[in-house]
């Protein structure tokens, strides 16, 4: 897929396919997740609406917590096999759980515990396999690229291909992991549905071991500094030995002799050139503070992002619900819900290509920029066609509402699936703009031993999202559940429920943060700018 393209050699290849392999897996458990929630737990909408954001929110924000824990002990190869075993551990567990619901029904509140446990094992396994592996296969590369994301960088690079083809190759794996996973589970039981997953990431992590003599590995040296973690800790000791007054009391007959040899002998061993490198560059001994900045100088954009990853949540969650309401027979075919969420990844694969062939070179005909857009513009397209994807979902399920209620004897909408369609594509071409340019931005704006941190950083957009999707569904509950008259907009009977409110509030809002994210993109300073 990749081996070829511009540079990108083999482990980098393997690495794409292995992290393919990986959000299969993922995608697998997580896109159908909301129906094993309400059919077999018996959970509310509502409930399983927030248990499912909560669990994605957990699992986005896991790397911040695992990544410079990781990155303090551990080199990323050795991080990536243990992440992932503990990943395979939580997959085996999990369809434990749906074996003993299966063959005993009287069991299914005594695993609810060792259900939640387990999607926890699964949470913390990816904590340090996502951002390791990604970051691992980004130093694949032969020569080391700083990607300096600037607003007007017109030079295209390694890096920025790496994370195309990157994304293209898990938009692959989540496609097949939803579409083949989500007919598995409604069809053959959850039991198959939870262990082909399972199978997948046991072999994505053979695959790793067997590339491991052709993967470009950092030296030691390179690596211990490159780890942002134990870099904290050795500024703190630097800058309270500098802040630390020094006294010597000396005898009055030695003061003279002793101050000699202190002129012509230094205090630390000059082969280090620890003192040297403080003199030549006096923000080596502030790493602390400089990795507070980086992290304090992103956070700005990084909030206004975060209403795109609630706005992602909505397929997993209210529009596989809404599915399984709507007419979805072909023939005698009956196409699965979750399903729908594969015209995303479609969407993903089948226009990505076009980016680079039509796209760049048009906005380079008009911009007069080596790379078209900046990667500003490129998250701030795809926020754009966020909000009209959630107009579209909330126009069309209008239309389901009204329709319901006018059948209100029949218990499927004359109203065919693919009406979903049209949002569902458009947030999978939101996708290709906003997602890829995080990952290229955040990779970029941070410091080379931050790296790691920076990609993290990315999927805790998704995280923190996800749990403000489920604080803004029980605020929301709270409100409209207390009016009376018309009820819940989460109603379990979804005649009743009024999604299509929800789809406008949700439009409004990210509108109001594009608005915001604008003004910010005006006064930000890239990192190369500022060293500049």
């Given at each position: 897929m990749a081996g070829g393209h511009r540079g990108l050699n083999k482990s980098c290849t393997v690495l794409i396919v292995i992290a393919g392999m990986e959000r299969f897996a993922f995608k697998g458990v997580a896109s159908n997740l909301v129906t094993y929630l309400t059919d077999v737990v018996k959970m509310s909408n509502s409930a399983a609406a927030k248990t499912v954001n909560s669990w994605v929110g957990l699992t986005s924000i896991m790397p911040l917590l695992v990544v410079p824990l990781a990155d303090s002990y551990c080199d990323r190869y050795s991080t990536i096999l243990a992440s992932s075993s503990l990943y395979v551990l939580g997959l085996v567990a999990l369809t434990s759980t749906a074996f003993a619901s299966a063959s005993s029904p009287a069991s299914k509140i005594s695993t609810s515990s060792f259900r939640f446990w387990s999607l926890c094992l699964i949470s913390l396994g990816q904590g340090g396999y996502n951002p390791s592996l990604q970051a691992f296969g980004a130093e694949q590369l032969e020569t080391e690229d700083e990607l300096p994301c600037t607003k007007d960088d017109q030079k295209p690079n390694k890096k920025s291909v790496f994370f195309q083809w990157w994304y293209f190759g898990v938009c692959t794996g989540s496609l097949l992991g939803v579409t083949v996973m989500s007919y598995i589970q409604d069809t053959f039981g959850w039991v198959l549905g939870f262990a082909m997953p399972t199978l997948a990431m046991v072999l994505s992590i053979v695959f790793f071991s067997y590339g491991t003599r052709i993967y470009r590995y950092i030296s030691k040296d390179e690596s211990m500094h490159n780890r942002s973690f134990s870099g904290m800790v050795r500024s703190i000791k630097e800058i309270v030995s500098k802040l630390k007054p020094t006294k010597i009391s000396l005898s009055n007959e030695k003061s003279a002799t002793v101050e000699l040899e202190l002129q012509e002998k230094p205090l630390c061993n000059q082969n280090s050139g620890s003192m040297n490198a403080l003199e030549q560059n006096p923000q080596k001994c502030?790493?602390?503070?400089?990795?507070?900045?980086?992290?304090?100088?992103?956070?700005?954009?990084?909030?206004?992002?975060?209403?795109?990853?609630?706005?992602?949540?909505?397929?997993?969650?209210?529009?596989?619900?809404?599915?399984?309401?709507?007419?979805?027979?072909?023939?005698?075919?009956?196409?699965?819900?979750?399903?729908?969420?594969?015209?995303?990844t479609v969407s993903i694969i089948l226009?990505?290509?076009?980016?680079?062939?039509?796209?760049?070179?048009?906005?380079?005909?008009?911009?007069?920029?080596?790379?078209?857009?900046?990667v500003m513009q490129r998250m701030g397209i795809g926020m754009f066609l966020s909000i009209i994807a959630m107009v579209i979902a909330a126009v069309v399920e209008m239309r389901r509402v009204e329709i319901s209620r006018i059948e209100s004897k029949s218990e499927t909408v004359p109203l065919s699936i693919f009406l979903l369609l049209p949002q569902s594509i458009l947030l999978g071409v939101s996708d290709i703009f906003t997602v890829v340019g995080m990952q290229e931005f955040f990779y970029g704006e941070v410091p080379v031993r931050m790296r790691t941190m920076g990609l993290a950083l990315y999927t805790s957009v998704f995280g923190v999202g996800s749990f403000l999707s489920a604080l803004l569904i029980s605020l929301v509950e709270f409100f409209t559940s207390s009016r009376g008259k018309e009820g819940s907009w989460f109603s379990d009977d979804l005649c009743e429920a009024r999604l299509d409110k929800y789809y406008w509030l949700l439009a409004l809002l990210s509108a109001l943060s594009l608005f915001f994210y604008v003004i910010l993109c005006r006064f930000f300073k890239s990192r190369s700018e500022l060293e500049n």
């Open positions: 502030n790493n602390l503070l400089m990795n507070a900045r980086v992290v304090l100088r992103l956070l700005p954009i990084w909030t206004m992002l975060l209403v795109f990853a609630i706005i992602f949540q909505q397929p997993v969650t209210f529009f596989t619900k809404q599915g399984m309401t709507m007419k979805r027979n072909i023939g005698s075919f009956k196409i699965p819900p979750a399903t729908l969420q594969s015209a995303i226009l990505m290509p076009l980016y680079d062939k039509v796209l760049i070179p048009t906005t380079r005909l008009i911009t007069r920029k080596e790379k078209g857009i900046s």
